[in-house]
């Protein structure tokens, strides 16, 4: 977990964080190109085993490398983080980069602009690797929805490294990066951050700008990073949050430093434990890692209670009808008319529109917009959507109240370690379950984030604990994540690798 | 048509109007708002629908249609939100229009129309703000959409701000529609908020219209008439098709609802074709958006920034000039017209009614056949206050003073000198006329003897006289004045 | 919660995918099951409780009328399918179908 003597290189070098490495750079002992040179050859060797990437820059970024290394010889770095890469899931538009959000609707899309979370990044001087795949417009919990291929676990390479941000997960678990950016939906970044053995923190909705962020569910969605470390996901978080004028549901008050205080300890905080999520249907392993967990929690000066959520049984349904509705609505766009593919264009509008959808679309978002229509059709939007934002109010109420007593809510990530490929895929419904500790601090906007906590005994592999805090009180949820991870000792070691 | 003699039918109407605003930049990015122009030139990530873009509110869209909300006195909304209207097109960038559903920006309101026939009050149902469309051009066939080959999309107007205003059923005619079209025309115009232009389609009317046997409950089958591209339009369109119906009911042959295209050309309309099914627009808050709760005091700093209305503009201007109504009807139908005049009788110092003659039954007609609007003829106002002094100071003519006024809308000059180039200075000389009127007076006898006799209606047939003598040159006041003196009794 | 061919049909119009028989059949089966599940929270009764568009509550937000830069022509049409003359080319506009 130290920097080290001498100038690190090859494997030592690809295993930092990137607050480690953005100390050697600062130091000198270390040039964004040499970075970002091994970084490219590690991809090499790794990515053909994983699948992370849909479209790698190392141009770009070698350029930007050098770009960088320049300003540091000049002095005028321009963040801390100068020069250290990052990869983006391909959901972020990247100007003069193709982007494809895991479809084949959009082969051969290159955008004309940046999205803010993108613009924000190059302005602090990171970087782009490239772009990592994803289960198609972000729905899924496995990457296998990605329109061109599923990403690989590198803890085992036959397993689902998670989704919809698989490829950021994988990308950074493999090596391949030392951080990414995903988006959050219903857990598509804590979810695979746990199932990888990696930090992956959601803000508070409203956060992180949403602009040039290709919507799937528009009051769910949110930028969020997954990384080596709790100190990691706090800096790359803070690079991005603050509000934007382009995106009208950006909070507009000022972020705040993540990283200040952050190793304040959690002596005396109060952890909320939820009556209602029972551990039934969860893997014996998982449970009991999550349980040493809370052991942990009160070890360091933290005291445990109970809070119910009576509404959270309703979490699943209401998602997935939220979600699926906006994303019906926000997909409309995807048409054949101004970019993207187009099958059929020589028929008629109706034809070809459909075909276009029909053949672009895989078959979970056809899903996804099927039952979202449905939910917003005549007759049907009392009883099916306006439902579902009820419950919503509901979800956040209860919420509320158990902030009353508690200052952060802990729970697993997820139910299960990673599961095999072509497991779930049959089973919509049966996936869709498996977000159940997610999707709740979505429909709340509540920032959460998942921290590894060891792995399962039963197979080895990597589980997450959940930490939920307050609305903007990202704060406080980091400092106690890195609490943990520190006296867990687990993120940095070797046991917290993968052997890929 | 024919209506049976027994019969008393009724007509019901309701209108939805769309109002293009002329605000700077679009409804929700940064593009410019103008007409026309190379396509696809004012375009962004935003109202192109491109994948990760998002809207955010033009604020003076949102204090524009609280004006006009409130011009038609509106309730505005404590409480609004945009919503999405779902449905595909290929003009639509996003496959959903951004407007407002359940909770509209203004509501509940009403305008009062007069005219020909006994004054209306008709409710407006709501007034609410929403996106454009681009601009389809279809290629192929008769260059109409039902038999081209394909069509090309320009989005230089997509996410232009549209205001739509939605009456209740209450108008009973094509001339109460046609009024109305044309008293909101102008309310839009007053408040600046619009170009208000028909044609160019900055102000689209489409009219539900029905008939129905008088006394019974029930409206009749309710067509949609579409494509009206001017008032005169509006009145022909619903005038062709409120016959239509009358004879239709009359026959038994019942009006279907439907859809009809107005022809322009043929002065009739005829069936769209039809939806198999009613749209299922899907309406729903739009996430990328936050609600608008406008506060009072914003509400009540927009009113009173707010110009004078039509309505109180007609009340002022027949209590400060004593206009007769119907000439306040005319000068009011734009704000432009009743500036130009209210400046032309402020340089004037008698009776301001003689200067709306002059505009009204003179310099309207040039325009016309110029087919140009009064605002942009080369007469100024305050030369037009000229032409009627020198009128009154006996200079010249009436006439004459028409001949003078072609002169200035010709080019511009005053009508002093235009009058001195063409010569036409009228006979005020008494010593003159006065040799004028004798020889008159010793040619018509008998006619003198009349007013001697003091028949003074007779004295007007001697004026003329002196007139035609004079080729209209003389003053007709002065000439009546010695006529008078020489045959007093 | 059991849903009919004919409904599937309705939203595959409305939602513009041209649905194989065999993607119909599934899709039928499908939504029915993720339906069924979903349709828990109809029986609820939540007569007072007011719904959440958005998680956090922001009010007026709204920007300047101010023209900012607009993409060239060649930029808007770049990643067209099809165009001519500077727009964008469709295929013949009909009504649904
Ligand atoms: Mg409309
Ligand atoms: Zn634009």
């Known amino acids: 977990?130290?920097?080290?003597?001498?100038?690190?290189?090859?494997?030592?070098?690809?295993?930092?964080?990137?607050?480690?490495?953005?100390?050697?750079?600062?130091?000198?002992?270390?040039?964004?190109?040499?970075?970002?040179?091994?970084?490219?050859?590690?991809?090499?060797?790794?990515?053909?085993?994983?699948?992370?990437?849909?479209?790698?820059?190392?141009?770009?970024?070698?350029?930007?490398?050098?770009?960088?290394?320049?300003?540091?010889?000049?002095?005028?770095?321009?963040?801390?983080?100068?020069?250290?890469?990052?990869?983006?899931?391909?959901?972020?538009?990247?100007?003069?980069?193709?982007?494809?959000?895991?479809?084949?609707?959009?082969?051969?899309?290159?955008?004309?602009?940046?999205?803010?979370?993108?613009?924000?990044?190059?302005?602090?001087?990171?970087?782009?690797?490239?772009?990592?795949?994803?289960?198609?417009?972000?729905?899924?919990?496995?990457?296998?929805?990605?329109?061109?291929?599923?990403?690989?676990?590198?803890w085992d390479t036959g397993r689902v490294p998670g989704g919809s941000s698989g490829g950021s997960a994988a990308a950074v678990a493999a090596g391949a990066v030392p951080w990414a950016w995903g988006t959050d939906t219903g857990g598509?970044?804590?979810?695979?951050?746990?199932?990888?053995?990696?930090?992956?923190?959601?803000?508070?909705?409203?956060?992180?700008?949403?602009?040039?962020?290709?919507?799937?569910?528009?009051?769910?969605?949110?930028?969020?990073?997954?990384?080596?470390?709790?100190?990691?996901?706090?800096?790359?978080?803070?690079?991005?949050?603050?509000?934007d004028p382009c995106d009208s549901t950006s909070i507009p008050s000022p972020a705040e430093n993540y990283l200040d205080g952050i190793d304040g300890g959690i002596e005396g905080l109060r952890f909320g434990i939820i009556k209602e999520f029972t551990g039934e249907g969860s893997q014996p392993g998982v449970r009991a890692r999550v349980d040493d967990a809370y052991t942990r929690l009160e070890k360091l000066g933290g005291t445990l209670q109970e809070v119910s959520m009576p509404s959270f049984q309703h979490g699943i349904p209401a998602y997935y009808l939220i979600a699926p509705a906006e994303a019906s609505s926000n997909l409309a766009r995807f048409d054949g008319v101004r970019y993207g593919s187009r099958v059929a264009g020589d028929t008629n509008i109706v034809t070809m529109n459909s075909m276009t959808r029909d053949e672009g679309f895989g078959a979970e978002v056809k899903r996804r917009i099927m039952i979202g229509t449905y939910a917003l059709s005549a007759g049907f939007y009392d009883a099916y959507y306006g439902k579902a934002q009820r419950v919503r109010t509901l979800i956040i109420q209860d919420l509320r109240r158990a902030y009353e007593s508690v200052d952060l809510i802990v729970c697993p990530t997820s139910p299960t370690t990673a599961f095999k490929l072509g497991e779930r895929t049959?089973?919509?419904?049966?996936?869709?379950?498996?977000?159940?500790?997610?999707?709740?601090?979505?429909?709340?906007?509540?920032?959460?984030?998942?921290?590894?906590?060891?792995?399962?005994?039963?197979?080895?592999?990597?589980?997450?604990?959940?930490?939920?805090?307050?609305?903007?009180?990202?704060?406080?949820?980091?400092?106690?994540?890195?609490?943990?991870?520190k006296d867990l000792g687990f993120a940095g070691s070797p046991e917290g690798r993968p052997r890929l | 048509m024919s209506t049976a003699p027994s019969r008393v039918i009724e007509t019901t109407i309701g209108l939805e109007i769309h109002v293009e605003l002329a605000t700077s930049s679009k409804m929700f990015c940064g593009c410019e708002v103008a007409f026309a122009g190379e396509p696809n030139t004012r375009t962004c990530p935003v109202c192109l629908g491109l994948p990760g873009s998002l809207p955010v509110v033009n604020e003076r869209a949102l204090e524009h249609t609280i004006r006009i909300a409130r011009a038609l006195n509106c309730d505005v909304a404590s409480h609004s939100f945009f919503a999405r209207k779902n449905y595909f097109y290929p003009d639509m960038p996003k496959n959903y229009q951004i407007s407002q559903y359940e909770r509209p920006l203004g509501a509940g309101g009403v305008l009062e129309i007069t005219g020909d026939f006994p004054t209306r009050r008709v409710g407006i149902t709501r007034v609410h703000l929403e996106e454009d469309t681009g601009g389809s051009l279809h290629v192929g066939g008769s260059g109409r959409i039902a038999d081209s080959e394909y069509s090309l999309e320009d989005f230089n107007r997509a996410g232009t701000p549209l205001v739509e205003i939605v009456t209740e059923p209450d108008i009973k005619s094509a001339d109460e529609a046609r009024a109305f079209v044309t008293e909101l025309r102008a309310?839009?115009?007053?408040?600046?908020?619009?170009?208000?232009?028909?044609?160019?389609?900055?102000?689209?009317?489409?009219?539900?219209?029905?008939?129905?046997?008088?006394?019974?409950?029930?409206?009749?089958?309710?067509?949609?008439?579409?494509?009206?591209?001017?008032?005169?339009?509006?009145?022909?369109?619903?005038?062709?098709?409120?016959?239509?119906?009358?004879?239709?009911?009359?026959?038994?042959?019942?009006?279907?609802?439907?859809?009809?295209?107005?022809?322009e050309k043929a002065g009739t309309t005829s069936p769209m074709r039809t939806k198999e099914y009613a749209f299922d627009y899907r309406y729903f808050p739009d996430p990328d958006l936050v609600p608008f709760e406008p506060s009072d005091t914003w509400i009540a700093s927009i009113e009173r920034a707010m110009p004078e209305l039509p309505v109180h503009k007609r009340s002022r201007l027949a209590e400060q000039y004593g206009l007769r109504p119907a000439d306040i009807g005319i000068l009011t139908?734009?704000?432009?017209?009743?500036?130009?005049?209210?400046?032309?009788?402020?340089?004037?110092?008698?009776?301001?009614?003689?200067?709306?003659?002059?505009?009204?039954?003179?310099?309207?007609?040039?325009?016309?056949?110029?087919?140009?609007?009064?605002?942009?003829?080369?007469?100024?106002?305050?030369?037009?206050?000229?032409?009627?002094r020198l009128v009154d100071?006996?200079?010249?003519?009436?006439?004459?003073?028409?001949?003078?006024?072609?002169?200035?809308?010709?080019?511009?000059?005053?009508?002093?000198?235009?009058?001195?180039?063409?010569?036409?200075?009228?006979?005020?000389?008494?010593?003159?006329?006065?040799?004028?009127?004798?020889?008159?007076?010793?040619?018509?006898?008998?006619?003198?003897?009349?007013?001697?006799?003091?028949?003074?209606?007779?004295?007007?047939?001697?004026?003329?006289?002196?007139?035609?003598?004079?080729?209209?040159?003389?003053?007709?006041?002065?000439?009546?004045?010695?006529?008078?003196?020489?045959?007093?009794? | 919660?059991?849903?009919?061919?004919?409904?599937?049909?309705?939203?595959?119009?409305?939602?513009?995918?041209?649905?194989?028989?065999?993607?119909?059949?599934?899709?039928?089966?499908?939504?029915?099951?993720?339906?069924?599940?979903?349709?828990?929270?109809?029986?609820?009764?939540?007569?007072?409780?007011?719904?959440?568009?958005?998680?956090?509550?922001?009010l007026n937000v709204a920007r300047p009328d101010e023209v900012r830069p607009s993409l060239s022509q060649e930029e808007a049409l770049a990643c067209a399918p099809a165009a001519e003359n500077g727009r964008f080319k469709v295929p013949r506009i009909i009504e649904e179908a």
């Open chain 1, 426 to 485: 049959d089973d919509p419904l049966a996936m869709y379950l498996s977000d159940v500790y997610t999707v709740p601090f979505n429909l709340s906007g509540n920032p959460a984030v998942s921290v590894p906590c060891g792995l399962s005994s039963d197979d080895g592999l990597p589980v997450g604990l959940q930490i939920v805090a307050k609305t903007l009180d990202e704060k406080t949820m980091f400092r106690a994540a890195y609490a943990f991870e």
């Open chain 2, 187 to 263: 309310i839009v115009e007053a408040l600046g908020v619009s170009d208000v232009r028909m044609e160019e389609g900055s102000l689209r009317v489409d009219a539900n219209i029905s008939v129905r046997n008088a006394g019974e409950t029930e409206h009749g089958a309710k067509v949609e008439v579409k494509n009206m591209n001017s008032i005169r339009s509006v009145g022909r369109a619903l005038e062709y098709e409120e016959g239509r119906q009358r004879a239709a009911l009359v026959s038994g042959d019942m009006p279907v609802q439907e859809t009809r295209h107005f022809d």
């Open chain 1, 1 to 154: 977990m130290t920097a080290g003597s001498g100038p690190p290189s090859g494997d030592g070098l690809v295993w930092r964080t990137a607050t480690e490495l953005a100390r050697l750079l600062a130091s000198g002992e270390l040039s964004s190109v040499e970075l970002t040179g091994a970084l490219i050859e590690r991809s090499d060797a790794v990515d053909p085993g994983i699948n992370a990437y849909l479209h790698r820059t190392d141009e770009l970024a070698l350029e930007a490398a050098g770009a960088a290394d320049a300003r540091r010889s000049r002095g005028e770095a321009a963040s801390p983080f100068d020069g250290v890469p990052v990869a983006y899931k391909d959901i972020f538009v990247t100007r003069g980069v193709p982007t494809t959000c895991g479809s084949k609707i959009l082969e051969g899309w290159v955008p004309p602009y940046d999205a803010t979370v993108v613009e924000r990044c190059h302005g602090a001087g990171l970087p782009m690797l490239g772009k990592t795949n994803l289960d198609q417009f972000a729905m899924g919990s496995s990457t296998e929805n990605s329109g061109f291929f599923p990403s690989r676990n590198p």
């Open chain 2, 393 to 489: 100071s006996g200079s010249i003519s009436g006439k004459q003073a028409k001949q003078v006024l072609g002169g200035m809308f010709a080019t511009g000059d005053d009508a002093a000198l235009i009058a001195e180039k063409e010569g036409l200075e009228q006979l005020s000389d008494a010593g003159e006329l006065s040799s004028v009127v004798d020889e008159v007076i010793a040619e018509n006898p008998d006619a003198a003897d009349k007013v001697r006799a003091g028949q003074m209606n007779t004295v007007g047939f001697l004026v003329g006289r002196v007139m035609r003598k004079t080729k209209g040159q003389a003053n007709p006041k002065l000439v009546t004045d010695l006529l008078t003196q020489k045959l007093a009794p």
């Open chain 1, 188 to 243: 598509s970044v804590r979810q695979p951050g746990g199932l990888c053995g990696l930090v992956g923190a959601k803000p508070t909705y409203g956060r992180i700008s949403r602009y040039g962020m290709i919507a799937f569910a528009s009051s769910l969605d949110q930028a969020s990073p997954l990384t080596r470390s709790v100190e990691d996901a706090a800096a790359l978080m803070a690079i991005a949050a603050g509000h």
């Open chain 3, 1 to 58: 919660m059991d849903i009919d061919s004919g409904t599937v049909d309705y939203v595959a119009r409305l939602a513009r995918l041209a649905l194989s028989d065999e993607e119909r059949e599934q899709m039928r089966a499908e939504l029915s099951d993720i339906l069924e599940h979903a349709g828990r929270i109809r029986a609820l009764d939540l007569d007072g409780v007011e719904p959440t568009s958005h998680p956090v509550r922001l």
């Open chain 2, 333 to 388: 139908t734009s704000t432009a017209i009743a500036e130009w005049f209210e400046e032309a009788a402020s340089a004037y110092d008698g009776p301001a009614q003689k200067v709306a003659n002059w505009i009204i039954a003179d310099l309207f007609g040039l325009c016309n056949e110029a087919g140009i609007p009064l605002t942009e003829c080369k007469i100024a106002p305050r030369q037009l206050a000229g032409l009627v």
